[in-house]
């Protein structure tokens, strides 16, 4: 059964300060992706990861992908509040994605 | 900017009752999903649906779903007998061909009471 584990699955973390959530999985995926949701939303796409060793960056945040650990990093610069939400990772190792659990950011003054 | 159109936003049904959730999906895209996400759970596939017929689906899409595509536009789910436990935010999604990016709609909460 293939899982994705993200943690932490609550983060409180005042503005201005750096963050990682971590994205691993079990099986074999060559697609990662990050979606942002905010409270009764749809879901954003933030990122798209098809390669070993793939990182991009939007505004603050930049994720990462390393498919031999199978992990995949989103890392937050200097948060502000906007960037309260909950964030999901996603892998597709076929036909549909795979989500995690989600991780429910909040940032505070 | 196209996206994914959902209707209703909102539905509330009684238990044993059928609902039909429409979507529209983008429209050059020729994949089409249904996700739901339970309450402040995480998001589960149900199906997906190309060149007009169902190419995978999970555990989760019993015999009490269906999805059809009557035109060339909307993409429908079906629960014929709903039940308590179908309550939940359902998103439809869809993609262009040759494409790794999937675009999901506003969603629809079912209440089933």
């Known amino acids: 059964e293939l899982k994705v584990e993200q943690n932490p699955l609550f983060l409180s973390m005042q503005e201005g300060k750096n963050y990682t959530i971590y994205c691993n999985y079990s099986?074999?995926?060559?697609?990662l992706y990050w979606y942002r949701q905010d409270p009764g939303k749809s879901l954003e796409s933030l990122f798209v990861?098809?390669?070993?060793?793939a990182v991009k960056q939007e505004g603050r945040l930049m994720a990462s992908l390393d498919t031999k650990a199978r992990l995949s990093t989103l890392h937050i610069t200097a948060a502000v509040h906007d960037l309260s939400a909950t964030y999901f990772c996603?892998?597709?190792?076929?036909?549909?994605?795979?989500f995690g659990k989600g991780t429910s950011l909040l940032v505070t003054p | 900017e196209p996206e994914v159109t959902q209707t209703p936003s909102h539905q509330v049904t009684q238990m044993g009752q059928e609902v039909i959730l429409r979507c529209v999906p983008i429209s050059n895209h020729l994949y089409f999903y249904w996700y739901r996400q339970i309450l402040g759970q995480k998001v589960e596939f149900l199906v997906s649906?190309?060149?007009?017929?169902?190419?995978?689906k999970s555990e989760i899409f019993d015999d009490q779903f269906s999805v059809e595509r009557p035109d060339g536009s909307n993409f429908t789910l079906k629960i014929r007998s709903t039940k308590l436990e179908d309550s939940a935010m359902y998103f439809c999604?869809?993609?262009?061909?040759?494409?790794?990016?999937?675009?999901f709609g506003q969603g629809t909460r079912l209440t089933v009471v």
């Open positions: 649906f190309y060149n007009n017929e169902i190419s995978e």
């Open positions: 990861l098809l390669s070993n060793g």
């Open positions: 996603a892998v597709e190792p076929g036909y549909a994605l795979n």
């Open positions: 999604a869809s993609r262009r061909q040759g494409s790794t990016e999937a675009f």
């Open positions: 099986t074999t995926s060559d697609r």
